[in-house]
């Protein structure tokens, strides 16, 4: 099983851990779920996030080689600079969505835990005649998310770095290895919770140093560590969809409301006339939408039994549930979820049938939040 350079002290913080992400050991709890989700919403939260997979990309080649083959435009981006993006098959279905952020010698490459092995051996395939080189560095690196309101201070006053309040999202800061972090830190704008966020990576070695600043230089803004469970609720009210869940090698990135992370301009690449006859010349069958479901459940209820639940219009069979949570933000409980064209509107009534029996629901735009 694998764990985190920061288990140890998750483990002296007295958190819960459960198995997550394929092989994971991860830190799901440190006080409860609820409590968490809020010092996202209200201040400021931390979490370990270094089961997301790194790679690295080295060699003069290495911008044109990822802009050929992704669905994103990299060519164009400078140092500090980032973007979202999709690998497909040729069928348009997701490999893999990814981060990248543009660095002075490299390419930095931010993936779900589920696709950092596939998503190196996709890459390393097309690997011919370019000057590129591409390395696995999740082992030797790790991240730490920075999350809410107080986010962008705590960041500032802990990096040295100012002006991070207008850097666009995916965009990065680099700070020098120094006397206080003896290992470079590289700050990128990350908002996966539908707050300010800010996602620091920085060598193995150097996690636990940083993680300890954080807490200490956080205390004055009420800094709380945050366990997966709580970034999940946070993630779901803000409509994010995640690989393994919401993505799969099932989905087109159009189906999932993805458009962020195409360039309709760009030249080919692989997938790319499926993506682009969807765009221009149809529409998707289905859509990734949000459901409000009329039972409440607690955070502390298992949603299992809502994974995977087929979701009816009438008699018909619509679509299917891939995430729910009890969003304490909102004070319902909610999902996530692929419904048909013809109830994508808000508003829409809809039932799932769950393992538990059927409860109703109404089809709701996405972010949840206002």
């Not at 997550?20 to 996202?40: Q, Y």
């Not at 990822?66 to 400078?78: A, G, P, Q, W």
């Amino acid at each position: 099983m694998k764990t985190t350079p920061l288990h140890t002290i998750h483990e002296h913080l007295g958190a819960t851990f459960e198995k997550k992400h394929l092989d994971w050991h991860i830190a799901t709890e440190f006080t409860d779920t609820i409590s968490e989700h809020h010092a996202v919403r209200n201040n400021v939260g931390i979490a370990d996030v270094s089961y997301r997979g790194r790679h690295r990309l080295i060699g003069e080649d290495r911008a044109k080689f990822l802009h050929r083959i992704i669905s994103n435009d990299v060519e164009s981006l400078s140092t500090g600079q980032g973007t979202y993006a999709t690998i497909l098959t040729h069928r348009g279905k997701i490999i893999a969505d990814m981060n990248i952020s543009v660095l002075e010698d490299a390419l930095r490459i931010d993936t779900a835990p589920e696709t950092t092995d596939s998503l190196f051996t996709e890459l390393d395939k097309y690997i011919i005649a370019d000057d590129v080189e591409i390395f696995d560095v999740t082992a030797d690196t790790g991240a730490i998310a920075v999350h809410g309101p107080e986010s962008t201070d705590l960041v500032q006053s802990v990096l040295g770095i100012n002006e991070l309040t207008s850097l666009p999202e995916r965009h990065n800061r680099f700070r020098e290895a120094d006397t206080l972090f003896k290992y470079a830190i590289v700050c990128v704008r990350t908002e996966g919770t539908g707050e300010v966020g800010w996602t620091l990576y920085t060598a193995a070695e150097g996690l636990a140093s940083l993680w300890e600043t954080l807490m200490t230089m956080g205390a004055r803004f009420n800094v709380q560590p945050i366990g997966w469970n709580a970034l999940e609720s946070l993630r779901i009210e803000a409509g994010i969809p995640r690989y393994g869940t919401e993505l799969t090698d099932a989905v087109i990135p159009l189906e999932a409301e993805l458009e962020h992370a195409i360039d309709f301009e760009k030249g080919c690449y692989i997938g790319q006339e499926i993506v682009a006859r969807m765009k221009y010349r149809g529409h998707p069958n289905r859509l990734l939408r949000g459901i409000e479901i009329d039972v409440n459940l607690t955070s502390q209820d298992c949603h299992s039994d809502f994974l995977g639940a087929r979701v009816f219009h009438g008699d018909r069979e619509v679509g299917w549930i891939t995430s729910a949570t009890f969003a304490s933000t909102l004070g319902k409980t909610v999902a996530l979820g692929y419904v048909r064209m013809a109830v994508t509107e808000a508003g829409s009534r809809v039932r799932i049938e769950t393992s538990e029996g059927p409860v109703d629901g109404t089809v709701a735009l996405l972010p949840f939040l206002a």
